[in-house]
């Protein structure tokens, strides 16, 4: 705390006492002077903070809400700031002053600086973070580190061995599974490294951090690659419901968007954002995705912006692919449909909902257990895997090799075709061998 800038009450009554003020204008002063010693102390201690944006230059503070008060003015922000505190009756002097610089700092308020931070100053170039991503962190955070010895801890106290025992308990206590493991334990890492960003603390403790003992505690997904896939045949059933569906009710774009996902592997996002101007005769170019923002103060916003990753790319065109969108086309000719959306019906373009309930109901019609039009993006991928090498699938599919590999690379055979294929394999071994099993 920058003591210069704050006068001491007690040397200022010392000062005047035997001036012409009286008692009442004597307690007048006092409370000037005490609110500007609350003032310095926010601005020192980083309470009050003004942006480095670009375009946002306003002072800022937090309440202990989580609503961010902006103003332009310096003394604007003094105004509302002292305001707050009297309305929510945080200006008493002998009030715990919360400390949010250095190694006294609580990792509780170390993870709302980092994630303040991250928000203003990590976000993607279309914008800040995705407020469903900052609402997501939150919603983390309240369930896994709110209400702990751990979210108390003063962050130049943490070590090692305090992370460890921390996630160990997390996942006894609610009995995680090791993607969550992962993103808490990312949370505390990126947050402490942040810490030393910003000079709070000189090492981050995480580094020392063993988490594979820990991860061997979680629940382990029991969920099998036929859960997350579909086979040959449920394919192909499928795509029976929907020609059928597409014959019932044409006007329907979601079953369209499903079929198109058959032979692409879009994800949901960019199907629901697919533009005419984005077919040309060498294929799919995939550069729109859309986009929902979840606020937690106000209604959901959607808007169509870059894909998952930010990149464009092209998916060839084919035959099939062709004879799908020329009949989705002629369907919005003879109705009157113009749109600049490929899945655009009478009232207008259907959203990537739209498109996914109707995938569940539309395994539902087939027979098959319902699947996500995520469950086809990997089963595309797996089965473009066994034709082309791993970076030409990652190419045309939007994902890391490394992604792919983890995620979308799975085994779509039934046990049938393993069956036959294992014998045929194993018979033209006895062939070559010149001898009879």
Known sequence: MNTENCVNVENLFN?????????????????????DNLFQT?????????????????????????????????EKIKEAYLK??????????????????GPDMTFKVLFQNWLDYKSEYVGTKDGNLSPTTYRRYQRDYEKFIKGTDFEEMKIGKITAIAIEHFLKSMVETHHTKRQCLRNVAGYISSSLEYACKNDDIEKNPYDKVDIKPIRNLCEVSVQKDSDRTLTTEEMVKLLD??????????????????ELSLLTGMRVGELAALKWECISEDGILIRYSERRFDYKDKATVIVIGNTKNRKHRVFPMTVEIEALLERIKAVQVANGIVSEFVFAGLEGRFTEHSISQAAYRRCDDAGIPQKSIHSIRRTVSSNLRAI??????SNMMGHCEDTGKRFYDLDVKTMEYKKEATSSYQSSLYRKNGATA
């Open 15 to 35: 000062l005047i006492r035997n001036s012409d003020f009286d008692e009442r204008q004597l307690l007048e002063i006092a409370k000037i002077v005490k609110k």
């Open 42 to 74: 926010a601005l020192d201690n980083n309470q009050i903070w003004q942006a480095k944006g670009e375009n946002d230059k306003r002072w800022k503070f937090k309440t202990k809400e989580g609503k961010i008060v902006a103003r332009k003015e310096k």
């Open 84 to 101: 707050y505190l009297e309305e929510s009756g945080n200006d008493e002097t002998d009030k715990k002053t919360i400390v949010d610089k």
């Open 241 to 258: 419901s929907l020609h059928k569906a597409q014959g019932e009710k044409e006007l329907y774009m979601p079953n369209y968007a499903i």
């Open 388 to 393: 082309f090498p791993d970076a030409v699938v």
